[in-house]
Structure formats: structure tokens, C-alpha cells
């Protein structure tokens, strides 16, 4: 059959003869009229021969193309019930095609001409090259949706040309009952109002029925157009199950019943405010509405006022573009204390780890949790890259301190010093890839989190105890309101408390931003411990040369929207540096958000900060960043600056066409 193959598709000889006959013609232009004779009579006869050949050839074809057939299960002379073609592989170009194929597509003269390509544009031969049977899509022929399977022919010599026999199975009822299974499967989610508590305080029953009379016209007038099941829960969550056919419908509104709850005010003027929570593509109902939690979870980590759709792969946002209410609970805050000082004792000891590049509220937060654990009698150790690290001037002054002795450890001393009864309390971040040391995080197995960012897609879990609050201004202030349920006054060493209050310095920059009632509150409870503000400061100066190199990266700076500062830097600098500059770029008047980004090793860094109604997590989301609405960062890898400046206009840009 391979001899078969390369003889059947060897080349024509057309070329062959037209060389033939330049010779006759050369040979009368000579003069040597006998030879050019006997060159024709030749060159005639060669000609017989191979029209003789080739009308065996063509029947030699016929009977492989039976023998195709055969090998197919098709009987003889019984025309296939499906579509068929005959097409070499190579260039897809069709040899023989039956009649059912040729009525579907329209074609049916010079068929073999053609190449399955020019009837086909959606349909390769690329997958029976690498040896599969089944093309991976479906082939849409007129009204009729396909399923394409084929059969490849391969030749053992090398160099011989592939067939494949392809045919099409009519699976147009077969993929209409699929899509609407699919359009048909239930989207379950969460209605919370995430606010309840504070619009109904200090309200009577009346007022309170009134408000509920609202919220509950508000979410029905919305859901009645998905035509779904809608059942209030609680006072203030909902359950509503759709078909998923009206969730493309919801996703281009954006959601628009975030927008129309905030026309529910109550009567001291506060704005309704709900979180959305669904949960797509679930196996079961169950399994749905264990999305839909985690969904509604995510949410009200973020800040709240959002939607977050949960499938069986990631997370989607819509919303969450206004700036965090302090919804915090001081009972939270208690309880999580008594949690965090129970666990502490059943630890052989404790390793407590900030984000990369750890700085002053990373640092802070941790010699807050370090305080806890010298309270219950418990090693503890932070872990800290001591070569890269924003808080070298504090981490000298910690040195110092006999209780501090041999504290700060590496991430390498680690992994060798913890064992099955080690705790690891993670400060400052809830992502698993911006940790100090990830393979610490995954060799414990209980692990803690005490951060104030809005929880990312990838978030660390399984977890212990979460004390995860957007709302603050600091993790060094989430840690100060534990000291105060889980420690005496006395037990708080200067340095910690000098340690935490510049934490909260650093984040609020000096209480200029993120700041809330209960910053102050932690702020006095570490004043009356004795930290002097004074001292604090002098962690945040810079020398000379810092504060120049500063204000080379400010005069790089480029508005873009007349009210976004970009600074764009083709060398590396230092991260505080950088961040410094973010801040003082919103000094200026006008500038309402400033982005810094500079290359360092196989990555390229930003610093991003706001004042205005710009969102720079969300923002720097896109290109892998996190933080708060206020302040943000990102490391992008394996790119230039001019690239992620490109993606980071882009980012910019599309959150504005979408605000």
C-alpha cells in the first residue's frame, strides 16, 4: 500500500514534455531537420506512454479511494449517510468528496480543485497531523452544526503525502439540547446588604419597616427581569436563583442594582449599600451556593458595594470603586484576640512573616504579634530579609533590644527551626506569592493572617484565624487593637509600641490619608504608652542624596488625563524611594493619583497612590497588583518598562470608560 501511495501521488510530467519539444525547436533553427523529426516522434510516443499511465493512475485512485472506503466500514455501492472528503494533509487540498458533501456546502464542480479551506475557513487538518481523530470545534455547513472526525493515512516512506478521510456527523438537535442545558443551569447567589446595621441604627420600628419596605422594592424591582427565585434570608441577605441565560444580560448592566440601592437613604442621609455573591457553573446546587459564599466572602473582604462571580476556575469583579466605610465590630476584634492568644499557647512556637520587601507596618505588625507571644510564654521568631527590606533604620533599633536577641531570622533558618506544632501569623498581606518565605507558608500547616489590603483572587487559605480588614489603615492598627484585649499596658515594650505607631505613620502618611476613628483611637492607646511622635518621624527621613535621587524621580513625571502623574524610570531605584515619590506627587495640585515604575532585576516594580475617586488597586489588578483603593503596588516579571507602561495606560483607561 506505501508502494500504492508514492506512485499514485507522484508529480505530473507536463514539464517533461515541454522540455522535449524546446529541443525540436532548437533542433529546426539549426538546421538538423532528421534529428528534430526523430525528436518528435519520440517525444510523441513518450507522450502515449504517459497518457497511457496516467488514465491507470486515475483508475488506481478510484479503487484506493473504494478501498478507503472499505477500510471505513462503508459498504460498496451504498452511498454514506454522513458528508465525506478525501484530502491530502499537507495543504488540505480535496481529492474526492461524496455526494451528501457536496450538497450541504454548495460545491460540486472542480471540487478537487479546492482546497477544504475555501469551503471550510474554520476547519483545519492540522489535529489528524499530530494524530488525533476528532477536530476540536464544531463546523457550522448552512443551518447545520458538525461534529468532524477523521482518519489519517500514513505512508511509511518519507516524503510520501498524508491523506485523511474526513465526515461530518449532523449533531445539529444534539447541540441545541446542550446549550440550553447550559443557558438553563442555575446562578446562585447572595444579596447582602452590607451596611444594614448602620442604616437602621437609631431608628424606630416604623422607620426601620419603611427602610426595609425600600431595600426590599429596590432588589425585587431588579430581580424581577431574570425571572429567577428570589427569598429573603435574613433581615438583610437575600437568595436569588437564576437560569444562567440572564447572567451575560446582568454582567453588560454591570450589576446596575449597586448603582440604584443608593437611592435608599435613610433618614441621616446614609446611602444603601449591598454586595453581590454568585456562585456559577457549581455541580450541584450545594456546590453553587458554596460558591456564591465564598463570593459574597470576597466581597465584603474588598470593601463591600461590589458583585464577585465564582466559578469552578477564578473569581470576576464588578464594582467596588468607592472608597471603604469603617464597618469594623470592636466584639471582632475581641474575639479574634482571645482566638489568636489561645492558639499561640498550643504552638511549640511561633514564626510571624510580612509581605517581600517588608517595611514599617509589615515590621511593625509583626513586633505587635511578637508582644502576644512573649505574653503566653512563647518563642517567637519574625522572619525578614535583612539585605532587602524598607525598615532597616527600625530593624537596627530593634538589634538592641535584649528580648529581640536572635529574633529576626531568615526564611532558610526557619524551614529548619518549625516542626508539626509551629504557628505562622502572616502580617500585612493576604497573598500567597507576596509572602517572605513561600515555602515557610507551605510547610505549616497552621497559619494566621492579620492584614488590612483587599483580599486578591489568590488569597492565602487555608486559614486558622482571619482578622482580614479593609477598612483600616494599617495592619499595625488591626494589631494594636489586639494588644489591648490580649496584654496589659506594662507588657508592651517602648520599641513595639514605637514600632506599631510607625506602621500606622507609614500607611496613613502621618495621618493624612486612610484615616478613621478608630486610627486615633490605636494611635492614643500607643501614646499613652509613651511613643514619642518625634522619634517616629525621625524612621521616615531620608539623607540628602536620598531626597534628591526623590526629586529626579518627580521631575520624570508625565500627566496623563490631566489629573494621573506617571513616573516612568529606565533604572532601578529603592522601593521606599520610589513610594516616597508616589506620595509627594499628590502634593500637587490637581493630581488625584501617581503611579512610579522602574525596573529592578527580571521585573519591572510600581508604586501607586490616590486621593481622589481613583481605585489604583483595581487599576494595577490587571497586571497582577494589590493593595487598598489608596495605595497599591505591583511587580510585573519577564518584561520592559515601555511594555507595562503600555499595560498600565491601557488598565487606566479602561477603568475610566467603565466608572
Given at each position: 500500500?506505501?508502494?500504492?501511495l508514492?506512485?499514485?501521488?507522484?508529480?505530473?510530467m507536463?514539464?517533461?514534455f515541454g522540455v522535449l519539444?524546446?529541443?525540436?525547436?532548437?533542433a529546426?533553427?539549426?538546421?538538423?531537420?532528421?534529428?528534430?523529426?526523430l525528436?518528435?516522434?519520440?517525444?510523441?510516443?513518450?507522450?502515449?506512454?504517459?497518457?497511457?499511465?496516467?488514465?491507470?493512475?486515475?483508475?488506481?485512485?478510484?479503487?484506493?479511494?473504494?478501498?478507503?472506503?472499505?477500510?471505513?466500514d462503508?459498504s460498496?455501492?451504498?452511498?454514506s449517510?454522513?458528508?465525506?472528503?478525501?484530502a491530502?494533509?499537507?495543504?488540505g487540498?480535496?481529492?474526492?468528496?461524496?455526494?451528501?458533501?457536496?450538497?450541504?456546502?454548495?460545491?460540486?464542480e472542480?471540487?478537487?480543485?479546492?482546497?477544504?479551506?475555501?469551503?471550510?475557513?474554520?476547519?483545519?487538518?492540522?489535529?489528524?497531523?499530530?494524530?488525533?481523530s476528532?477536530f476540536?470545534?464544531?463546523?457550522?455547513?448552512?443551518?447545520?452544526?458538525?461534529?468532524?472526525?477523521?482518519?489519517a493515512i500514513?505512508?511509511?516512506e518519507?516524503?510520501?503525502?498524508?491523506?485523511g478521510?474526513?465526515y461530518f456527523?449532523?449533531?445539529?438537535?444534539?447541540y441545541?439540547?446542550?446549550?440550553?442545558?447550559?443557558?438553563s443551569?442555575?446562578?446562585?447567589s447572595?444579596i447582602?446588604?452590607?451596611n444594614?446595621?448602620?442604616?437602621?441604627?437609631n431608628?424606630?420600628?416604623?422607620?426601620?419597616?419603611?427602610?426595609?419596605?425600600?431595600?426590599?422594592?429596590?432588589?425585587?424591582?431588579?430581580?424581577e427581569?431574570?425571572?429567577?427565585?428570589?427569598r429573603?434570608?435574613e433581615?438583610?441577605?437575600?437568595?436569588?436563583?437564576?437560569?444562567?441565560?440572564?447572567?451575560?444580560?446582568?454582567q453588560?448592566?454591570?450589576?446596575?442594582?449597586?448603582e440604584?440601592?443608593?437611592?435608599?437613604v435613610n433618614?441621616?442621609g446614609?446611602?444603601a449599600?449591598i454586595s453581590?455573591?454568585?456562585g456559577?457553573d457549581?455541580?450541584?446546587f450545594?456546590?453553587?451556593?458554596?460558591?456564591?459564599?465564598?463570593?459574597?466572602?470576597?466581597a465584603?473582604?474588598?470593601?463591600?458595594?461590589q458583585?464577585?462571580?465564582?466559578?469552578?476556575l477564578n473569581?470576576?469583579?464588578?464594582?467596588?470603586?468607592a472608597?471603604?466605610?469603617?464597618?469594623?465590630?470592636?466584639?471582632?476584634?475581641?474575639v479574634t484576640?482571645?482566638?489568636?492568644?489561645?492558639l499561640?499557647?498550643?504552638?511549640?512556637?511561633?514564626?510571624?512573616?510580612g509581605h517581600?520587601?517588608?517595611?514599617?507596618?509589615?515590621?511593625?505588625?509583626?513586633?505587635g504579634?511578637?508582644?502576644?507571644?512573649r505574653?503566653k510564654?512563647k518563642k517567637?521568631?519574625?522572619?525578614l530579609?535583612?539585605?532587602h527590606?524598607?525598615a532597616?533604620?527600625?530593624?537596627?533599633?530593634?538589634?538592641?533590644?535584649?528580648?529581640?536577641?536572635?529574633?529576626?531570622?531568615?526564611?532558610?533558618?526557619?524551614?529548619?527551626?518549625?516542626?508539626?506544632?509551629?504557628t505562622?501569623?502572616?502580617?500585612d498581606?493576604?497573598?500567597?506569592?507576596?509572602?517572605?518565605s513561600r515555602?515557610?507558608?507551605?510547610?505549616?500547616?497552621?497559619?494566621?493572617?492579620?492584614d488590612?489590603?483587599r483580599?486578591?483572587?489568590?488569597y492565602?487559605?487555608?486559614v486558622?484565624?482571619?482578622?482580614?480588614?479593609?477598612?483600616?489603615?494599617s495592619?499595625?492598627?488591626?494589631v494594636?487593637?489586639?494588644?489591648?484585649?490580649a496584654?496589659?499596658?506594662?507588657?508592651?515594650?517602648?520599641?513595639?509600641?514605637?514600632?506599631?505607631?510607625?506602621?500606622i505613620?507609614?500607611?496613613?502618611?502621618?495621618?493624612?490619608?486612610?484615616?478613621g476613628?478608630?486610627?486615633?483611637e490605636?494611635?492614643?492607646?500607643?501614646?499613652?504608652?509613651?511613643?514619642?511622635?518625634?522619634?517616629?518621624?525621625?524612621l521616615?527621613?531620608n539623607d540628602?542624596?536620598?531626597?534628591?535621587?526623590?526629586?529626579q524621580?518627580?521631575?520624570?513625571?508625565?500627566?496623563?488625563?490631566q489629573?494621573?502623574a506617571?513616573?516612568?524610570?529606565?533604572?532601578?531605584?529603592?522601593r521606599?524611594?520610589?513610594?516616597?515619590?508616589?506620595?509627594?506627587?499628590?502634593?500637587?495640585?490637581?493630581?488625584s493619583?501617581?503611579f512610579?515604575?522602574?525596573?529592578?532585576?527580571?521585573?519591572v516594580?510600581?508604586?501607586?497612590?490616590?486621593?481622589?475617586?481613583?481605585?489604583?488597586?483595581?487599576?494595577?489588578?490587571?497586571l497582577?497588583?494589590?493593595?487598598?483603593?489608596?495605595?497599591a503596588?505591583a511587580q510585573?516579571?519577564?518584561s520592559?518598562?515601555?511594555?507595562?507602561?503600555?499595560r498600565?495606560?491601557?488598565?487606566?483607561?479602561?477603568?475610566?470608560?467603565?466608572?
Amino acid at each position: 500500500m506505501n508502494k500504492k501511495l508514492t506512485r499514485l501521488l507522484q508529480p505530473g510530467m507536463g514539464w517533461l514534455f515541454g522540455v522535449l519539444l524546446c529541443f525540436c525547436v532548437a533542433a529546426v533553427l539549426m538546421q538538423y531537420y532528421v534529428l528534430a523529426a526523430l525528436e518528435l516522434v519520440i517525444t510523441a510516443l513518450l507522450f502515449g506512454v504517459y497518457w497511457f499511465l496516467k488514465s491507470r493512475r486515475n483508475k488506481e485512485i478510484r479503487n484506493f479511494i473504494q478501498s478507503t472506503f472499505n477500510t471505513l466500514d462503508v459498504s460498496k455501492g451504498a452511498e454514506s449517510p454522513f458528508p465525506m472528503v478525501l484530502a491530502r494533509l499537507v495543504d488540505g487540498g480535496i481529492i474526492w468528496s461524496n455526494e451528501r458533501f457536496n450538497t450541504v456546502t454548495g460545491f460540486r464542480e472542480k471540487m478537487h480543485e479546492q482546497r477544504i479551506s475555501d469551503i471550510l475557513p474554520t476547519l483545519t487538518t492540522d489535529w489528524l497531523v499530530s494524530g488525533k481523530s476528532e477536530f476540536p470545534y464544531d463546523v457550522t455547513m448552512g443551518t447545520r452544526r458538525y461534529r468532524v472526525y477523521g482518519t489519517a493515512i500514513r505512508p511509511g516512506e518519507s516524503g510520501t503525502t498524508m491523506l485523511g478521510m474526513l465526515y461530518f456527523a449532523d449533531l445539529t438537535e444534539l447541540y441545541q439540547v446542550r446549550d440550553e442545558y447550559i443557558r438553563s443551569r442555575p446562578v446562585v447567589s447572595i444579596i447582602l446588604v452590607d451596611n444594614y446595621e448602620e442604616l437602621t441604627m437609631n431608628l424606630s420600628e416604623s422607620a426601620i419597616s419603611n427602610m426595609n419596605a425600600e431595600i426590599n422594592d429596590a432588589i425585587t424591582k431588579w430581580t424581577e427581569n431574570f425571572h429567577g427565585l428570589l427569598r429573603k434570608l435574613e433581615r438583610n441577605r437575600y437568595l436569588y436563583v437564576f437560569e444562567k441565560r440572564y447572567l451575560d444580560e446582568a454582567q453588560k448592566q454591570k450589576f446596575s442594582l449597586l448603582e440604584d440601592i443608593h437611592e435608599v437613604v435613610n433618614p441621616a442621609g446614609l446611602a444603601a449599600s449591598i454586595s453581590f455573591g454568585l456562585g456559577v457553573d457549581g455541580a450541584t446546587f450545594e456546590e453553587s451556593y458554596n460558591f456564591a459564599a465564598l463570593s459574597i466572602e470576597m466581597a465584603l473582604s474588598r470593601g463591600g458595594d461590589q458583585a464577585v462571580i465564582k466559578d469552578r476556575l477564578n473569581f470576576t469583579f464588578y464594582g467596588g470603586r468607592a472608597k471603604e466605610a469603617d464597618r469594623r465590630s470592636k466584639v471582632r476584634s475581641r474575639v479574634t484576640a482571645n482566638s489568636l492568644m489561645e492558639l499561640i499557647g498550643q504552638s511549640s512556637q511561633v514564626f510571624i512573616m510580612g509581605h517581600k520587601n517588608a517595611d514599617l507596618d509589615a515590621v511593625g505588625a509583626a513586633m505587635g504579634i511578637a508582644c502576644m507571644c512573649r505574653k503566653k510564654g512563647k518563642k517567637a521568631y519574625i522572619v525578614l530579609d535583612r539585605e532587602h527590606n524598607a525598615a532597616e533604620r527600625l530593624v537596627a533599633e530593634i538589634d538592641k533590644v535584649p528580648e529581640y536577641r536572635e529574633t529576626i531570622i531568615s526564611g532558610q533558618d526557619a524551614l529548619l527551626l518549625c516542626d508539626n506544632r509551629s504557628t505562622l501569623i502572616v502580617v500585612d498581606t493576604n497573598r500567597p506569592d507576596q509572602v517572605e518565605s513561600r515555602p515557610l507558608l507551605e510547610a505549616i500547616s497552621r497559619v494566621c493572617v492579620v492584614d488590612h489590603h483587599r483580599r486578591a483572587a489568590d488569597y492565602i487559605e487555608p486559614v486558622a484565624i482571619n482578622l482580614h480588614e479593609p477598612y483600616a489603615s494599617s495592619a499595625s492598627e488591626l494589631v494594636t487593637e489586639l494588644l489591648q484585649y490580649a496584654v496589659e499596658k506594662p507588657d508592651v515594650l517602648p520599641i513595639e509600641a514605637k514600632s506599631l505607631m510607625a506602621g500606622i505613620f507609614l500607611d496613613t502618611k502621618s495621618f493624612n490619608v486612610r484615616t478613621g476613628e478608630r486610627t486615633f483611637e490605636a494611635a492614643a492607646v500607643l501614646r499613652r504608652m509613651g511613643v514619642d511622635t518625634v522619634d517616629v518621624k525621625k524612621l521616615l527621613q531620608n539623607d540628602f542624596q536620598d531626597t534628591m535621587n526623590k526629586y529626579q524621580i518627580m521631575k520624570t513625571a508625565r500627566l496623563y488625563r490631566q489629573e494621573i502623574a506617571i513616573a516612568a524610570l529606565n533604572t532601578s531605584t529603592s522601593r521606599p524611594l520610589a513610594a516616597q515619590a508616589a506620595d509627594d506627587l499628590l502634593n500637587i495640585s490637581g493630581i488625584s493619583a501617581s503611579f512610579v515604575l522602574y525596573p529592578q532585576g527580571d521585573e519591572v516594580v510600581i508604586s501607586a497612590r490616590s486621593i481622589g475617586q481613583a481605585n489604583v488597586q483595581m487599576i494595577l489588578e490587571p497586571l497582577g497588583g494589590g493593595g487598598n483603593t489608596a495605595t497599591a503596588g505591583a511587580q510585573v516579571k519577564n518584561s520592559t518598562v515601555k511594555d507595562v507602561l503600555d499595560r498600565l495606560l491601557t488598565s487606566i483607561d479602561k477603568y475610566y470608560d467603565e466608572t
